[in-house]
């Protein structure tokens, strides 16, 4: 089966994941889907990545996913912004409940109460712990695989507590440090946005977003980090005992990231062949392919023998099968294998490998004696950089700066626009009267924008600074 163009962006992302074996689409609830066990395998290798991220200053945790009504329910800004997202249990059998229960839209409500157990004084700060669970939320915008669910399997949220609201500050910039490296390790370009504040996070201070830009030009966020200064630990009365003997409330910060990361992966490297996979998350990383003629097939297995003796520790498959070998390259390129070595009588000969990478149209021989894992991970870097290259081009092509508030509507049907913009309500609002979501102001501009970060704003001419508006999803 082919896949659709990827000009045809939505319905490329619907075809690629069912038929490269990502997500089974078919469960018979909206908004909730089944990993296949090749998608199973990427994201246990994506979610690597960002548990070995965590693990350098988080414990990992396990709460439950039922929190009661009247712990959800005390902050009263967090529960304004998801009341109409909880799932709730109201039944036990028969029975219904004495208090309900919700099913875990995100943690807060879960673990702070806990907190308010585990932090007594100054030594058990900062607290910074996070799991990766599952979360439900019932969106009422259109649902789709990976990007907006029902129920969200892969949340990683990671909460903190901290001593001031500066030292919580210092750990936003950390976390935020943290999703950098994640991403960059993906290829996948981003741009920090600070969320206006009308749009941050229900109980934060202020929120930073992680936002993409999609292949169809839509923005995508791919990740969250909120300071919560000390809003929820009045509302579950987390304090400390400081050295001075006087008890304070903590200030706290979370940040979470979903499989919204495979989406942006599979979309931002994919091609009309298939899925192109950077080489350390690939579930398979190279497949041999032996070319097989009547009469010569010893050679030729033998020599492959011996390449896959080398290939030990790496995740390879051994395609002997009967199909031709046109069919097999197809069939890994479709699961975006990264590197593929081809061996025929010839290359037996001669001991090489035929070698080509997935990114790439141009295929070269390399002597087996070269073949060992310093090269292969030099490949793997080299081939990390090209896509982030290749993300970056196709992300510029999609960004547009706006210099006239009356060109707006026009450019943002198409791009994510960038215009300068200052902190005023109604100029915010100004901007999302002709289209796009005013996602927010660059914490930092990204090295695939030139633009000055400082202008007249858009709307009023006062003083601005870089707002991206966009459609997003
Ligand atoms: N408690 C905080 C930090 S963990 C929190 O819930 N933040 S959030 O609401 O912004 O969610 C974190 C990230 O999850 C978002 O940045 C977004 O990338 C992703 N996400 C949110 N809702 C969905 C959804 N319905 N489907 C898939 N991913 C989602």
Same mark, same amino acid.
């Given at each position: 089966m082919s896949l659709p163009s990827k000009e045809n962006f939505s319905e490329w992302f619907h075809e690629i994941i069912q038929t490269a074996e990502i997500m089974d689409i078919r469960y018979p609830v909206k908004g909730l889907y089944v990993w296949f066990p090749f998608g199973f395998k990427l994201r246990q290798l994506v979610y690597g990545k960002l548990r070995e991220i965590m693990d350098r200053e988080h414990s990992e945790v396990y709460f439950p996913a039922l929190i009661p009504e009247t712990e959800l329910g005390k902050e009263s800004e $967090?529960? #304004?912004?998801?009341?109409?997202?909880? +799932?709730? *249990?109201?039944?036990?059998?028969?029975s219904p409940l004495d208090v309900k229960l919700a099913l875990r839209p995100t943690s807060e409500t879960a673990m702070y109460p806990m907190f308010k157990l585990w932090i007594r004084n100054?030594?058990?700060?900062?607290?910074?712990?996070?799991?990766?669970?599952?979360?439900? #939320? +019932?969106?009422?915008? $259109?649902? #789709?695989?990976? *990007?907006?669910?029902?129920e969200i399997t892969s949340f990683k949220e990671?909460?903190?507590? $901290?001593?001031?609201?500066?030292? =919580?500050?210092?750990?936003?910039?950390?976390?935020?440090? +943290?999703?950098?490296?994640? +991403?960059?390790?993906?290829?996948?370009?981003?741009?920090?946005?600070?969320? !206006?504040?009308?749009?941050?996070?229900?109980?934060?201070?202020?929120? *930073?977003?992680?936002?993409?830009?999609?292949?169809?030009?839509r923005s995508l966020q791919i990740g969250t980090v909120h300071h919560l200064g000390d809003n929820f630990a009045k509302t579950f009365e987390i304090t400390y005992e400081a050295v001075d003997g006087n008890h304070y409330f903590v200030h706290q910060t979370c940040y979470g990231i979903s499989e919204r990361c495979i989406a942006s992966l599979i979309s931002m490297h994919?091609?009309?062949?298939?899925?192109?996979?950077?080489?350390?998350?690939? !579930?398979?990383?190279?497949?041999?392919?032996?070319?097989?003629?009547?009469?010569?097939?010893?050679?030729?297995?033998?020599? %492959?023998?011996?390449?896959?003796?080398?290939?030990?520790?790496?995740?390879?498959?051994?395609?002997k099968g009967e199909e031709r070998p046109g069919a097999k390259y197809y069939k890994w390129e479709l699961k975006g294998v990264p590197l593929r070595f081809e061996i025929g009588p010839k290359e037996a000969e001669r001991r090489e490998v035929v070698v080509s990478f997935r990114d790439e149209k141009k295929k070269f021989s390399v002597p087996i004696e070269e073949i060992n894992e310093q090269k292969i991970s030099q490949w793997a870097e080299e081939m990390r =950089?090209?896509?982030?290259?290749?993300?970056?081009? %196709?992300?510029?092509?999609?960004?547009?700066?706006?210099?006239?508030? %009356?060109?707006? %509507?026009?450019?943002?049907? @198409?791009?994510?626009? *960038?215009? $300068?913009?200052?902190?005023? #309500?109604?100029?915010?609002?100004?901007? /999302?009267?002709?289209?796009?979501?005013?996602?927010?102001?660059? /914490? @930092?501009?990204?090295?695939?924008?030139?633009?000055?970060?400082?202008? /007249?704003?858009?709307?009023?001419?006062?003083?601005g600074s870089l707002a991206v508006s966009a459609r997003s999803y």
């Amino acid at each position: 089966m082919s896949l659709p163009s990827k000009e045809n962006f939505s319905e490329w992302f619907h075809e690629i994941i069912q038929t490269a074996e990502i997500m089974d689409i078919r469960y018979p609830v909206k908004g909730l889907y089944v990993w296949f066990p090749f998608g199973f395998k990427l994201r246990q290798l994506v979610y690597g990545k960002l548990r070995e991220i965590m693990d350098r200053e988080h414990s990992e945790v396990y709460f439950p996913a039922l929190i009661p009504e009247t712990e959800l329910g005390k902050e009263s800004e $967090h529960i #304004r912004g998801f009341e109409d997202e909880v +799932y709730w *249990i109201t039944h036990g059998g028969l029975s219904p409940l004495d208090v309900k229960l919700a099913l875990r839209p995100t943690s807060e409500t879960a673990m702070y109460p806990m907190f308010k157990l585990w932090i007594r004084n100054h030594a058990d700060l900062p607290l910074r712990v996070y799991q990766i669970v599952n979360t439900f #939320r +019932y969106e009422t915008k $259109h649902t #789709r695989p990976l *990007i907006r669910l029902r129920e969200i399997t892969s949340f990683k949220e990671a909460h903190t507590a $901290h001593r001031n609201y500066e030292e =919580a500050e210092e750990q936003v910039k950390k976390a935020i440090g +943290y999703y950098k490296e994640f +991403y960059d390790f993906l290829a996948i370009p981003y741009m920090v946005i600070r969320r !206006p504040d009308w749009d941050k996070f229900p109980g934060a201070v202020y929120t *930073i977003a992680f936002d993409t830009v999609m292949p169809d030009g839509r923005s995508l966020q791919i990740g969250t980090v909120h300071h919560l200064g000390d809003n929820f630990a009045k509302t579950f009365e987390i304090t400390y005992e400081a050295v001075d003997g006087n008890h304070y409330f903590v200030h706290q910060t979370c940040y979470g990231i979903s499989e919204r990361c495979i989406a942006s992966l599979i979309s931002m490297h994919g091609d009309d062949l298939g899925l192109v996979l950077p080489f350390e998350v690939a !579930p398979v990383q190279i497949a041999v392919i032996p070319i097989l003629y009547k009469g010569k097939e010893e050679k030729v297995l033998d020599f %492959s023998n011996e390449l896959l003796e080398k290939l030990k520790g790496f995740r390879v498959v051994f395609d002997k099968g009967e199909e031709r070998p046109g069919a097999k390259y197809y069939k890994w390129e479709l699961k975006g294998v990264p590197l593929r070595f081809e061996i025929g009588p010839k290359e037996a000969e001669r001991r090489e490998v035929v070698v080509s990478f997935r990114d790439e149209k141009k295929k070269f021989s390399v002597p087996i004696e070269e073949i060992n894992e310093q090269k292969i991970s030099q490949w793997a870097e080299e081939m990390r =950089a090209r896509l982030r290259k290749k993300a970056v081009e %196709s992300i510029k092509l999609k960004l547009k700066f706006v210099g006239e508030l %009356s060109e707006l %509507s026009e450019i943002v049907r @198409e791009y994510v626009s *960038i215009m $300068h913009l200052c902190k005023n #309500r109604d100029c915010g609002e100004e901007i /999302e009267k002709h289209g796009g979501k005013l996602l927010g102001w660059l /914490e @930092e501009i990204p090295d695939f924008l030139e633009v000055s970060k400082e202008g /007249e704003c858009i709307v009023c001419g006062g003083k601005g600074s870089l707002a991206v508006s966009a459609r997003s999803y």
